[in-house]
């Protein structure tokens, strides 16, 4: 990244590369550190992106997935919280016609985080 200084023209794209070659490494080896890693280099070239550059919805998807990924293997409840966020902005930024798969996305968050909050305290005797 020391070549791709911020404000650079290349930092976006090579951001997303780095963040995709961590990501399948992560896939075969598992290696924590990696998504971490992924997860601040996909934030970072959401910003590095215009609200209206249309690759940033695909960037935020891609987000959501190393959140998801940290989340279950974790249980990072800002994580949790992050993608519900990500969902919602995902949602909002989506035709009318288009909404079903981001609103069953953003179900599935909620849900994740009610079961987090409640069932998890009942199981615990409360």
Do not use: N, W
Not at 46 to 69: E, G, H, N, V
């Amino acid at each position: 990244m020391e070549f791709t200084p911020p404000g650079h023209p290349q930092r976006r794209s090579a951001l997303i590369d780095l963040a995709d070659i961590l990501s399948e490494r992560f896939d075969k080896e598992g290696t924590k550190d990696d998504v971490h890693e992924v997860i601040t280099l996909r934030r970072d070239a959401s910003q590095c992106m215009s609200t209206d550059d249309p690759q940033r919805l695909a960037i935020r998807l891609d987000l959501y997935k190393s959140l998801f990924q940290r989340f279950r293997s974790r249980g990072f409840f800002v994580d949790l919280e992050e993608i519900i966020s990500l969902r919602r902005l995902v949602l909002e930024s989506t035709s009318t016609l288009d909404q079903c798969k981001p609103l069953l996305s953003l179900a599935e968050a909620l849900y994740a985080k009610y079961q987090k909050l409640f069932c998890g305290r009942h199981r615990r005797g409360h």
